[in-house]
């Protein structure tokens, strides 16, 4: 199965940019961005599949990027101009297709505070 490793979280002040990055120790078609706020569900933030179709929430269009670099299994998320409720521990995932993506393996998470 493969591994995911997640680095990039830290603190911000509003309006600042940050960029997670995982990595990856084999290439995955699927793979996605989730986060978790404290007292709320996971939710999925952004996501691409193969090499160019991405989606994203609402929340975050316009303002997040999910990019990745194949040739070292690394998926990234460029973060801009933060606002305080994209507080969160943000995650990475990744899985196969079948009839949809199918986000089954997970890293340990990276803390993505941001201050007002």
């Known amino acids: 199965r493969v591994q995911l490793v997640e680095s990039g979280g830290g603190s911000v002040q509003a309006g600042g940019s940050l960029r997670l990055s995982c990595t990856a120790s084999e290439y995955s078609f699927c793979m996605g961005w989730y986060r978790q706020a404290p007292g709320k569900e996971r939710e999925r933030v952004a996501s691409?599949?193969?090499?160019?179709?991405?989606d994203y929430i609402d929340s975050v269009k316009g303002r997040f990027t999910i990019s990745r670099d194949n040739k070292n299994n690394t998926l990234h998320l460029q973060m801009n101009s933060l606002k305080p409720e994209d507080t969160a521990v943000y995650y990475c995932?990744?899985?196969?297709?079948?009839?949809?993506?199918?986000?089954?393996?997970w890293g340990q998470g990276t803390q993505v505070t941001v201050s007002s």
């Open positions: 691409i599949v193969g090499d160019a179709s991405t």
């Open positions: 995932a990744a899985g196969p297709w079948y009839r949809s993506c199918i986000h089954d393996t």
